[in-house]
């Protein structure tokens, strides 16, 4: 019996999904923006054909006031996209260049 070794990915993004009723306190990555850019960052992969670069909806990533906000891995980089040419160069210059975008790069606090 032969195990089968799981795909592994060079970077691994993990989007917040995370839908709150629009009053909560903590608000909500999908209320601040989140479900467009997931769609692009979801084309964008596509278009690269690239199956190295994987992509998950998550729910809540603890940092709720910063939102939208998506964090890739194995570098553990946190990014705050605010638009669709925030997600181009995300993809461009850290998935495809292998440079993160400083500019887009938080240190999420609670």
């Given at each position: 019996?032969?195990l089968?070794?799981?795909?592994?990915?060079?970077?691994?993004?993990f989007?917040?999904?995370?839908?709150?009723?629009?009053?909560?306190?903590?608000?909500?990555?999908?209320?601040?923006?989140?479900?467009?850019?997931?769609?692009?960052?979801?084309?964008?992969?596509?278009?690269?054909?690239?199956?190295?670069?994987?992509?998950?909806?998550?729910?809540?990533?603890?940092?709720?006031?910063?939102?939208?906000?998506?964090?890739?891995?194995?570098?553990?980089?946190?990014?705050?996209?605010?638009?669709?040419?925030?997600?181009e160069?995300?993809?461009?210059?850290?998935?495809?260049?292998?440079?993160?975008?400083?500019?887009l790069?938080?240190?999420?606090?609670?």
């Amino acid at each position: 019996m032969s195990l089968e070794v799981p795909q592994t990915f060079k970077h691994h993004v993990f989007m917040c999904f995370q839908e709150r009723p629009p009053s909560h306190p903590r608000g909500s990555c999908t209320h601040a923006g989140g479900k467009p850019l997931w769609d692009h960052l979801m084309r964008e992969i596509e278009r690269l054909g690239r199956p190295d670069i994987g992509i998950a909806a998550t729910g809540c990533l603890g940092f709720c006031g910063a939102g939208p906000l998506m964090v890739v891995y194995p570098e553990g980089i946190w990014y705050q996209p605010k638009s669709r040419e925030d997600i181009e160069e995300i993809v461009k210059e850290h998935f495809v260049e292998s440079a993160p975008v400083e500019r887009l790069i938080i240190v999420p606090r609670p």
